[in-house]
């Protein structure tokens, strides 16, 4: 997974980094499996591998992609980049070494077999509201995706 | 299944860290805006990777509820961000990030 991680960042070619995201996104889905959600697990597979990727691989094709490739592919930011993310993950180290006695080992029993209906209970009275305005961001994002691609509005 | 009772929330934490620190080097870095958008993803990602890790820590299901917000907001960006690069690339014939500046006077 990992592995797909970095092949999406350093591969010159679009479509290769979308290939190496897919394969990212299902194992991390498997990883999903692993902690007993799967409910969250098939909405990655079905919306993110299945969907959002499809959108992604559709524009990579819509704009050219012959004269992208051999373009200068890293902009002059990358002493920035890599500070920052250097500092960042001495951040997480510093935090993981210190706090690793922190998390206890995660309760074994109360594997449901009802997942998605408990989260479906969930999202359908706690989380109603939430819920809701998902529903219209949503709606906003899409009217304003046509708006944005449309050629005359 | 001794092995797997050892993969703890820990390692969960410390992958979706990666995730994290793989994502923000992309945005930081590329220039292709399309890559810069997958990078978004990763980082969405590995938020949610976390939130799933620690709603299995805590036995609940508000994480995973929560997760799938977050997939619904990733949806809507990637699809918004696209969008406008669809626009832009109309006007201006690249992706290129540096080449932003319609807004530069």
Do not use: C
Request: aromatic share 10%; glycine share 8%.
């Amino acid at each position: 997974m990992t592995i797909g991680g970095v092949l999406v960042i350093t591969r010159k070619n679009a479509v290769h980094s979308a290939l190496a995201l897919i394969i990212t996104l299902l194992a991390q889905a498997a990883l999903y499996l692993m902690l007993y959600a799967p409910f969250v697990a098939g909405v990655q597979i079905i919306l993110y591998a299945g969907g959002i990727m499809v959108l992604f691989l559709f524009v990579i094709m819509l704009v050219s992609i012959e004269r992208t490739v051999k373009e200068r592919q890293f902009n002059k930011q990358w002493l920035v980049g890599i500070i920052a993310a250097g500092t960042l993950g001495g951040l997480f180290i510093t935090v993981y070494t210190k706090g690793k006695d922190i998390f206890p080992d995660p309760a074994l029993a109360a594997v449901e077999m009802q997942n998605t209906q408990n989260v479906g209970n969930l999202l359908y009275s706690q989380y109603m509201f939430a819920f809701e305005i998902a529903s219209l961001l949503l709606l906003v994002a899409i009217i304003g995706a046509v708006v944005m691609a449309k050629k005359r509005i | 299944m001794d092995a797997m009772l050892h993969i703890s929330t820990s390692h969960y934490l410390v992958l979706g860290a990666a995730l994290f620190l793989l994502g923000v080097i992309g945005v930081l870095t590329r220039r292709n805006v399309v890559i810069v958008l997958m990078s978004i993803e990763l980082i969405l990602n590995a938020v949610n990777l976390n939130l799933v890790a620690f709603s299995r820590l805590w036995g609940g299901l508000h994480g995973q509820v929560f997760s799938i917000f977050v997939i619904t907001d990733a949806a809507a960006e990637a699809a918004v961000g696209l969008g406008i690069l669809i626009a832009f690339f109309r006007n201006k014939e690249t992706i290129n990030v540096d080449e932003v500046n319609l807004l530069k006077w």
